[in-house]
């Protein structure tokens, strides 16, 4: 019973390393399209209507996004949402 346990953490500490990379690659391509496009952080951000940190954070990847801001972000950037997850 004690190696089930333990797999389940493992398993569940592989699903967390999945998740951060994930966000981590998200973020690389949200501040790609950011510069790309001639934006700032601040100014991404007031056309959002969310805190400079914000933008930060997701950029970094330390945080998960609505599906509602990738719209916002796609379309005051003027790029297709699917510009933040291609390669």
Do not use: H
Request: hydrophobic fraction near 40%; charge should be positive; proline fraction near 2%.
């Amino acid at each position: 019973m004690l190696i089930k346990q333990t797999q389940n953490v493992t398993n569940f500490i592989l699903m967390d390393i999945d998740k951060s990379e994930t966000l981590k690659k998200f973020g690389k391509r949200f501040r790609y399209n950011r510069v790309i496009k001639g934006y700032t952080q601040e100014k991404l951000a007031f056309e959002l209507g969310v805190e400079i940190s914000q933008i930060s954070r997701i950029e970094r990847g330390l945080i998960n996004t609505s599906v509602y801001l990738i719209y916002r972000a796609a379309d005051v950037l003027e790029v297709p949402p699917s510009d933040f997850f291609s390669e």
